[in-house]
């Protein structure tokens, strides 16, 4: 939870700060793994991020209509 919550922090808009990218974010959190983090939990999350194209979604950027229809799409496809 807490490399996530990092994740978080490290990419959300915020008034005192330029939010980083999804890369630059997990950048950070390899550099401080073994340190700060379990290195395997940071990789996990890494592993989950690469190649979606899809940055973190702050409450504030989701298009829950979407996320909705692209939910009962997949959904739809499992029943077949």
Do not use: C, I, K
Not at 52 to 61: E, F, I, K, L, P
Not at 69 to 76: I, N
């Amino acid at each position: 939870m807490a490399v996530a919550e990092v994740y978080d922090t490290l990419t959300a808009p915020d008034t005192y700060r330029t939010a980083l990218t999804s890369f630059e974010a997990l950048n950070e959190l390899r550099r401080v793994a073994g340190r700060q983090f379990d290195p395997d939990v940071v990789e996990s999350l890494a592993q989950v991020l690469a190649g979606r194209g899809t940055d973190y979604r702050h409450a504030d950027a989701a298009d829950y209509d979407r996320e909705l229809d692209l939910l009962r799409r997949v959904d739809e496809a499992v029943e077949g």
